[in-house]
């Protein structure tokens, strides 16, 4: 990505709000037995507004409509509202405000898994076209993010993580000429962060920072008569942690036209992260917790190389070829420093908790696209390798492994079939290499001498070894589109992993015992084991307290089974 962008290593995604209807008030609804959704819209004053709420309900719809189905189904839903208003107060100006709010919410209680995460975020934008050549944009915005993350029960794992990001910017677009477009601008983020990790009962770590970002950038975009395309770029950022150092980020964009439907692209570029994601190799997170560098490490940086191929025909395909490059530098993965008996532990450097490390990605990307037509849709394959590089504190030589987020090969595949006017199908298919992850061994009962508690723990192997099962997941569905009176109405049918593929995302382990009466390995089953009649294990029926529910037990965590739903999109 190009200067105007900053603060991440790999990629960034610019989010921009849907703007209304001036001319008239519009809506749509869609109603399913997984969710609901409403978008309302209307002209307002020399402006628009529009206004959108989802909530997904199938934790609540799918136990009393399809029992079967949901006992496999973690108890999942997400709801937000996302609302935006503008107004052109003159021929010049124009003032904006833009609002979202989000929460998901997930417990499932077979395998101690309790996840809650959500935004808030407020924002002001005002443009002013100074000029016919001279354009400035400015914002202000206030992003509240958090995660609180539980596994395993309240002996497991236990995280709370939260950022408070208030952010100023402002952005200039000078058109020198019909070749040469400039753009400069400036943003500050002022940042609170707390995040606290327990695992075992034991708290790891407890993190509480603010900094500051300051960047400036400028870049220009020259286009040498629609043949060859030309866009460098410099942003200078801050950090206030490193009050005596400025790290600069040189990119270039280059694109060159060999016909007029095909084109070489080419950008290379250094970026630099000064808040990073939390990485633990053994115990990696569902969600992404964050963490800001402190002076006791350095931060984040990479280099990326990309070149791709580019072509259509007859404008009805579309090939993209694109192969690529990372270089990674300073990754903070977590290690325990610590013995289980120390009675207090430091927090106060993240060079306390965490080991730098460095690594590199590669990989290359296949894009076919059909554009038009009944039949339309398209087909990606990714071939991927990123590795980590690190001297660990209990290794005597450098250590190689595949990153958390590894996937060699991915495919999918969406389409669309359009039989006629009022029916067309669509499908949807993904295909990936399993994720890497970090085996457990073995384990040991921990007992102290002065408490009557045993706690054990676990033996990994070695970092990442192991993989889960292939992901595969193939949706399917179809829709019948209708009139009721000047308004449309699409009824759809879909069937959501098709395959009923399990999907395994995470593996947990749990020590039992073969004396508490209970059925602590989940190998109960009321319809097969339940001589008492009374709907829960009692000690003496089949497959409580046995003998291997004193050993450690493995236990997959996978995504939802095959689910079926109808609904309908209503226009007015």
């Not at 749509?28 to 002209?43: F, R």
């Amino acid at each position: 990505y190009n200067a105007e962008y900053g603060g991440r290593l790999s990629a960034v995604l610019n989010v921009i709000s849907r703007e209304g209807n001036k001319n008239e008030f519009r809506g749509k609804a869609n109603l399913s037995l997984l969710s609901a959704q409403t978008t309302l819209e209307g002209p307002f004053y020399k402006g628009a507004w529009v206004l959108s709420g989802r909530r997904t309900y199938f934790d609540l719809v799918l136990p009393k409509v399809l029992p079967n189905i949901a006992d496999n189904i973690p108890p999942y839903y997400f709801y937000d509202i996302q609302s935006h208003i503008f107004s052109d107060i003159s021929a010049k100006d124009r003032i904006s405000l833009s609002y979202y709010s989000g929460i998901d919410n997930i417990i499932y209680d077979t395998f101690g898994l309790d996840g809650r995460w959500g935004n808030n975020t407020v924002s002001a934008h005002y443009r002013r076209v100074f000029n016919e050549r001279l354009v400035g944009n400015f914002l202000i915005a206030n992003s509240q993010f958090f995660t609180r993350f539980g596994l395993g029960g309240s002996g497991g794992l236990v995280s709370d993580n939260g950022i408070d990001d208030r952010t100023l910017s402002g952005d200039f677009s000078w058109f020198k000429s019909s070749e040469s477009t400039f753009k400069f601008g400036i943003q500050q983020k002022m940042l609170g962060f707390e995040y606290i990790n327990k695992f075992q009962d034991s708290t790891q770590f407890k993190i509480k920072t603010s900094p500051v970002e300051l960047a400036s950038y400028v870049k220009m975009k020259y286009d040498h008569n629609n043949l060859f395309i030309i866009e460098p770029g410099v942003r200078i950022n801050y950090y206030n942690v490193y009050p005596d150092s400025l790290y600069p980020d040189l990119r270039l964009g280059l694109k060159y036209l060999l016909t007029d439907d095909r084109y070489i692209n080419f950008s290379v570029g250094n970026y630099h992260q000064f808040i990073s994601t939390f990485q633990d190799d053994f115990n990696p997170a569902i969600l992404d917790n964050w963490i800001a560098a402190d002076e006791s490490v350095a931060p984040g940086k990479s280099v990326q190389v990309v070149l791709g191929y580019e072509e259509y025909i007859r404008n009805i395909y579309k090939i993209q070829v694109e192969g690529y490059y990372k270089d990674l530098k300073n990754l903070l993965t977590y290690e325990e420093k610590r013995s289980t008996t120390d009675a207090e532990i430091s927090d106060e450097s993240l060079a306390e908790i965490v080991t730098p490390a460095d690594g590199y990605a590669y990989g290359f990307e296949l894009f076919g696209q059909k554009m038009t037509g009944k039949l339309s849709g398209w087909l990606a394959y990714t071939f991927s390798v990123s590795r980590k590089i690190m001297n660990s504190i209990y290794a005597k030589s450098e250590q190689e492994y595949y990153t958390n987020w590894d996937r060699t090969h991915a495919f999918s595949a969406l389409g669309n079939y359009q039989f006629n006017k009022k029916w067309e199908m669509n499908w949807r298919l993904a295909l990936q290499s399993g994720q890497a992850f970090t085996p457990i061994l073995g384990y040991y009962v921990q007992k102290f001498p002065e408490s009557p508690e045993e706690v054990f723990r676990t033996i990994p192997g070695t970092r990442n070894s192991s993989r889960y099962e292939p992901y595969s997941r193939l949706d399917v569905g179809v829709v019948y589109h209708a009139k009721i009176g000047k308004t449309n109405v699409d009824f759809f049918f879909q069937i959501i992993n098709t395959l009923n593929r399990s999907n395994t995302f995470r593996k947990i382990y749990s020590l039992g015992s073969p004396f508490n009466g209970i059925d602590d390995d989940g190998d109960w089953v009321e319809e097969d084991h339940d001589d008492n009649g009374n709907g829960r294990p009692d000690p003496g029926e089949t497959n409580v307290d046995e003998s291997d529910e004193g050993r450690i037990n493995e236990q997959s965590i996978g995504l939802f089974p095959i689910i079926p739903t109808f609904g309908f999109a209503w226009e007015f």
